[in-house]
Structures are given as structure tokens and as C-alpha cells.
């Protein structure tokens, strides 16, 4: 059969609907992004309205509103009845500001953070040089923690990435056989927050640079744990880490260089009395690098927003505990695309 031939028949054959799809994603991302940034979720919790209700709650304009809405229905994210637009149960859950449930402080750094970003990852490729405007002596986080209005907005973005994973970790490793806890580069406490409510038991806290004290505090207050959780202040490049019976690093290790992960284990070791545990999380890619699709683009989201950060195996990981002297290494499947890894001292 001639090339000619063969090219008519595949294209006969095989639709390129997938990859055309996958490369206009951006559309229907945007689309929702926009969506949360204008709080038309938290407006929809209130009361249904009709389309130029809506329109006019949100500020629209009258060209694009109804496509945008009706295109919210087609993605799934709203449903329209009689004319009426109303959230749906996933969005009513998830998208509602008013719920604690919510987790648009996540979609809300993406669209301000993330999305400008990712248009130079040919950039990033090209000069394996972050695209975040850090300068070459800086990390993320003097950047991010720039002023407390964007530490705060950082902050809070984590919790809403982290609570569901939080809520795992409570369920899935063997809390009653140890008795304090901290959690390593904690931010708002999420982590510690949820721990402390699943085991009345533990005693400890949140480890985290000095500035992040202030909506430590407050988030911890607010749930009523203050008598059971503090907050350890400290910088872990240049430091050691506090002393508990387990410790967390969830969300940290990915953020730096291999050195620097190396260290940063070494130092959990030392930290660690004899028969202590540390636990590590992130959505670390599967062993063979071909299914984890989360995890591998969250690697090169460090690519563009770290100076050497890199997501990883739990392979890798483990072989990286076993180097600082951890034993009994175990991974488990968190949810979603996260796994963690627990090794004992
Ligand atoms: C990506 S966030 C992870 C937050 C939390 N562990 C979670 O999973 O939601 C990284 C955290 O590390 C903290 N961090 C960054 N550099 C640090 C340093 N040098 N010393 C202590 N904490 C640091 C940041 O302030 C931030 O709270």
C-alpha cells in the first residue's frame, strides 16, 4: 500500500478529536477559573437566577454573558432549568466561598499565579530557568510571601489544596501509637487542624518560616485547637527541625533541588527520637513516569516556579529515606493523585 494510501486510511480511522481537544483544554480551564475569580458559584449558592439576573450580579457585559454561562453547563460545573441557572452539587460543595468546603483559594492563585506562568513553559524548557520572574539569588517563597496580603493568599490557596489529603492522613497511618506531631513548612495548619481533630490524643503543631505565625494562629483558633497545637517558628534550610514523635512534609520536598531534599531528610532523621516516623506527601509520579499525568505536570510547574524543584517517585523518595538512615519504608496511595511514604527512625 502507497503512503498516500495508508495516511487516507488512518485519517478514515482515527479522529484527532483527543489531541485537539487536549490542546484547546486552556479554553474550558480559563472558563472556569474566570467563573471562581468572579464568585458566580458563591452567587448561584444564594439564589438561582436567570441569565440576565446573573449578568448583571456579576457585572457582564451583554456580548459574551450567556455563552459563558451556558458553557459552564456544557462543562458540567452548572446546570440551567426553565431558564433558572443553579450550582451543581459539586460546585454547591466545592465552589461556594461560604462553605468550608471550598476550594477556590487553590483555582484563585492558579488564575492569578500559575496560568500567566504556564504560557512561557517553552521558555522554561528552553533555559530550565523559572518563569516567575524570581530572581537567580531567590526562591519561591521570598517572592510569594512578598507582602502579608500574598503570603496570606498563598496560604489559604494550600489549605484548599491540602484538606482533602489532610483528611487521609488522619485515616490512614497509626496515630494512636505515638503521641506528638509537627508539621513541617505548615502554612496556615491545615494539616496539624485536621490530625488534631481525627485524634484527640495528640499534642503538637506547625513548623514554619516566622511570618506565617499570624494566620497559623488564627486558622488553629478558629478551629479550637490552640490548647493542643502551637506554632514553631524557624527557617529549615538554615536550621534544625523541631523534635516530635512524628513529623510532615507534605507539599515540601517537590518545592527544592535534590540537595536540598537530601538535607532537608537528614535533618527529619536527626530531629526523630529512635522509633519515631516521618511522613512524606505529594502527588508523586508512578514508578514508571507514564501515568501520573498530575504529578508530572506538577514537576514542571516547579520547573517554571522554582529554581531546582522537581516532583518525584516514591521509589525515589524511599531510596532517598533509606540514605538518611529511615527503615520500615512503606508508600500508600493518599487519594486522588497523591501518595505518601512513612519511614521510621
Ligand atoms: C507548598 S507549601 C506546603 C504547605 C503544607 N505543608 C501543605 O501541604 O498544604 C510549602 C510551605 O513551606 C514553607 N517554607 C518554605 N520555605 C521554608 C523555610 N525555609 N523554612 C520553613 N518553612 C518554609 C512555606 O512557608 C509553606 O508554608
Known sequence: MGATTKNTTDIAELSPERIVQLGLGFCASKTLLSAVELDLFTELAASPLETEALRQRLGLHQRGARDFFDALVALGVLERRDGIYFNTHETALYLDRNKPSYVGKMLQLANTLLYPTWGSLTRALQTGKPQNGIKDSEDLFDTAYSDPASMAQYAEAMTSASLPIARALGQRFRWVDYGTFVDIGTAEGAVPVEIGHA??????GGFDLPSVRSVFEAYVQRHKLEDRLRFYPGDFLSQPLPSADVLVMGHILHNWNLQVKRDLLAKAYTALPKGGALITYDQMI?????????GLLMSLNMLMRTQGGFDY????????MREAGFTELSRERLGGSYSMVVGIK
Open 286 to 294: 508512578d514508578d514508571e513516569r507514564r501515568e501520573n499525568a498530575a
Open 313 to 320: 517517585t516514591a521509589a525515589d523518595c524511599i531510596a532517598w
Open 199 to 204: 485524634h484527640s490524643h495528640l499534642t503538637g
